[in-house]
């Protein structure tokens, strides 16, 4: 059994909504050091780690956890 953690954020060129809001709501709070924030998802998957498991996680991104036309997408094996 091994454990995959999948990161998946918004590409840099595309305005962060969610983001701006939460920097908008720390700066409200006085945290008025915060430059920017970027929201994402994290996913953590439970696999078999029999077989090609980095092509299994990749085709699960493409397919699946991320969008590839607005987001990027990395992943880390933790056995």
Known sequence: MA???????LKP?????QGK???GALE???FDKVQSVRMG???EIEVDGNGN???DVEEMCK???????????RFEIVK
Not at 3 to 9: A, D
């Open 3 to 9: 454990k995959v953690n999948v990161y998946v954020t």
């Open 28 to 30: 409200n709070l006085g």
């Open 53 to 55: 498991l980095e092509n």
């Open 21 to 23: 809001v939460v920097q």
């Open 13 to 17: 060129a595309l305005l962060d909504a």
């Open 63 to 73: 397919k699946l956890l991320a969008n590839p036309n607005t987001e990027n997408y």
């Open 41 to 43: 998802k994290f996913i």
